[in-house]
């Protein structure tokens, strides 16, 4: 059975409006912190004039910090799978049990990471050599370089969001089975074999959730800075937050298809409510 994409947005959504400050504040921690510092640096680093060469020191530096932002993101997201996790065996959410859940597995998130990124520059250079592979013989035939640049990009275009898709869940993993780095990405594969298309709807929603962010923005910028400042880092803390709950939702949506956790908590809730008996009620996926 595919989880429904619906579902998860309705959970995330649910999810932020029974405990916002705690997945507000770790999305603040996680995404707007390093956003709001990082990002103007990054923009200060670039030539401003077309043309104008890139001191590759800077260029290192610059992937760096990207590098750097994903990492965050990836411990965010095991943050935020701990808070999920624990509203769904029926406690309250605390944010500081969940990031020393987080912080203790750091060393498996930062593995998992450098793997997913190996894997990410092999899946490059498969990329290329099959553009070249394609390329060379097309060229050779005298197909114009406007079409074999669209194929070109099309192969990149279903190349890349597939992995992503596929090592969508590896930080959920660690955080909340404490398997090993390996195994974690090992889980994401499984967990995503046969829904690969909900995987990918689920990085889709990204961007769609952006319309009304850059929409909201642009009202907010043509307030005063004073004023617009606190509200645009709140919006965009709202907006990490309901990202990073997607993907939490996301990995126990994908659970509960495939091995049935959602009645393997109300299991365990049954057992530590006893005298609720069958008013349990049964954990969104």
Wanted: glycine content about 10%; hydrophobic content about 55%.
């Amino acid at each position: 059975m595919t989880p429904s994409l619906s579902r998860v947005i309705d959970d995330a959504l649910s999810t932020l409006r029974a405990h916002p400050w705690v997945v507000l504040a770790a999305a603040f921690v996680f995404v707007q912190v390093p956003s709001t510092i990082g990002s103007p640096w990054l923009q200060q680093q670039l030539p401003t004039e077309p043309g104008a060469p890139v001191d590759p020191r800077v260029l290192l530096l610059y992937v760096g910090v990207l590098v750097m932002f994903g990492f965050l993101w990836c411990l965010g997201q095991a943050t935020v799978a701990n808070l999920v996790d624990t509203t769904l065996a029926g406690r309250r959410p605390v944010l500081g049990s969940a990031l020393r859940t987080t912080l203790g597995r750091v060393g498996s998130q930062g593995l998992a990471f450098g793997l997913a990124g190996i894997a990410s520059l092999g899946i490059c250079a498969v990329v290329t050599l099959a553009s070249l592979a394609v390329a060379v013989p097309l060229g050779a035939l005298g197909v114009p370089s406007s079409v074999l640049g669209v194929a070109i990009g099309l192969l990149a275009v279903l190349a890349f969001p597939a992995f992503f898709a596929v090592m969508l869940v590896f930080p959920a993993a660690i955080a909340t089975e404490g398997v090993s780095a390996p195994t974690s990405l090992r889980r994401s594969w499984e967990l995503t074999r046969g829904a690969r298309g909900f995987a990918l709807a689920v990085l889709a929603a990204y961007p769609l959730l952006l319309v009304p962010l850059v929409a909201a923005s642009s009202m907010i910028g043509i307030l005063p800075g004073w004023l617009s400042t606190p509200l645009l880092a709140a919006l965009g803390t709202a907006f990490g937050a309901l990202c990073l709950l997607l993907q939490a939702h996301a990995y126990f949506a994908l659970r509960s298809a495939k091995e049935g956790y959602d009645l393997e908590v109300l299991a365990r809730r049954a057992e530590e409510q006893p005298e609720a008996g069958s008013g349990v009620d049964l954990p969104a996926p």
